[in-house]
């Protein structure tokens, strides 16, 4: 058996502690000069390398979900805005609906406050057909409303038909751009400088969008811009109502008469006309 040796296990404690001393006074000088030693490098190097192989992923996988949950986010973000276009484009839609609306019932007020010396009766229009577009639309006034045949119906301040049949409540209005040849033709009166001429609507021309009068009395000359209105002769409307301006005056085809131009104050073929203004009769009395 070998016998223990004091001296040398305390030989080599020296050894070890001597060199962990140098260790220790080489890497607080190499760190005094902001260098490492190569160990530490080693382990500092390894433990780097580990870092970014066991972050890479990490970052990776995290970097995705951001994306991801970026592009949700933007998803609803557009899904938002666009409800909010639809709702924008639809109330902006209602705000001109409300508009037209608007103007349009000022336009009847205005006229109605001119016909201060008849009885009104304000009615809608609930169908207009597109193939009789220019001769018929149908509103909602009828016998229950005192509406009788050959009432004049007037819009946007001007004529525009007469009343040609009644239900109970709704009434057919014959417009003034129909082709009926036996409907329609108004007395009128025409007002000048050089005086009153009197004749009777005859057709609406396509081509010039004006009302025609014809059959004239009077020699008296007829002016561009001169005012139409109702006569009253006929019986069957009263006077005053207000028609339209002179446009333009020709002979007729056959050069023995004149023929009178007018633009119409209403829209006659616009699809503005949503409320109408019937003529009763004048007020007390009848027409």
């Given at each position: 058996?070998k016998?223990f040796?004091?001296?040398?296990?305390i030989?080599i404690?020296?050894?070890?502690?001597i060199?962990?001393v140098i260790?220790i006074?080489?890497t607080?000088a190499q760190?005094?000069?902001?260098?490492?030693?190569?160990v530490?490098s080693a382990?500092?190097?390894g433990?780097?390398?580990?870092?970014?192989?066991?972050?890479?992923p990490?970052?990776?996988?995290?970097?995705s979900l951001?994306s991801?949950?970026?592009?949700?986010?933007?998803?609803?973000?557009?899904?938002?805005?666009?409800?909010?276009?639809?709702?924008?484009?639809?109330?902006a839609?209602?705000?001109?609906?409300?508009?037209?609306?608007i103007?349009?019932?000022?336009?009847?007020?205005?006229?109605?406050?001119?016909?201060?010396d008849?009885e009104?009766?304000?009615a809608?229009?609930?169908?207009?057909?597109?193939?009789?577009?220019?001769?018929?639309?149908i509103?909602?006034k009828g016998?229950?409303?005192?509406?009788?045949v050959?009432?004049?119906?007037?819009?946007?301040?001007?004529l525009?038909?007469?009343?040609i049949?009644?239900?109970?409540?709704?009434?057919?209005?014959?417009?003034?751009?129909?082709?009926?040849?036996?409907?329609?033709?108004f007395?009128?009166?025409?007002?000048?400088?050089?005086?009153?001429?009197?004749g009777?609507?005859?057709?609406?021309?396509?081509?010039?969008?004006?009302?025609?009068?014809?059959?004239?009395?009077g020699?008296?000359?007829i002016?561009?811009?001169?005012v139409?209105?109702?006569?009253g002769?006929?019986?069957n409307?009263?006077?005053?109502?207000?028609?339209?301006?002179?446009?333009k005056?020709?002979?007729?085809?056959?050069?023995?008469?004149?023929e009178?131009y007018?633009?119409?104050?209403?829209s006659?073929?616009?699809n503005g006309?949503?409320v109408?203004?019937?003529?009763?009769?004048?007020?007390?009395?009848n027409?």
């Amino acid at each position: 058996m070998k016998k223990f040796n004091p001296n040398k296990n305390i030989i080599i404690t020296l050894i070890l502690v001597i060199i962990v001393v140098i260790v220790i006074s080489l890497t607080a000088a190499q760190r005094a000069g902001g260098k490492n030693n190569i160990v530490q490098s080693a382990v500092n190097d390894g433990v780097g390398l580990i870092d970014k192989m066991i972050s890479a992923p990490a970052k990776a996988v995290a970097g995705s979900l951001g994306s991801l949950t970026d592009l949700f986010n933007t998803y609803d973000e557009n899904q938002r805005l666009k409800t909010k276009i639809d709702s924008y484009n639809e109330l902006a839609i209602q705000n001109d609906n409300y508009k037209k609306e608007i103007e349009e019932l000022k336009g009847e007020l205005a006229l109605n406050e001119t016909l201060t010396d008849y009885e009104k009766v304000t009615a809608n229009v609930v169908s207009r057909s597109p193939d009789t577009w220019q001769d018929i639309m149908i509103v909602d006034k009828g016998s229950a409303d005192g509406i009788e045949v050959n009432m004049a119906v007037l819009a946007q301040k001007g004529l525009i038909g007469r009343v040609i049949e009644v239900n109970t409540l709704s009434s057919k209005v014959e417009l003034l751009t129909s082709k009926n040849q036996n409907s329609n033709h108004f007395p009128i009166r025409i007002s000048s400088e050089a005086g009153d001429s009197y004749g009777l609507l005859k057709e609406f021309n396509d081509k010039e969008q004006a009302l025609v009068a014809t059959q004239l009395t009077g020699d008296a000359e007829i002016t561009v811009g001169s005012v139409v209105q109702t006569s009253g002769l006929g019986g069957n409307s009263p006077a005053n109502l207000p028609i339209g301006t002179v446009e333009k005056v020709e002979p007729d085809q056959y050069g023995l008469d004149r023929e009178v131009y007018v633009k119409p104050y209403a829209s006659l073929y616009g699809n503005g006309i949503s409320v109408v203004t019937i003529i009763q009769r004048s007020a007390g009395g009848n027409e």
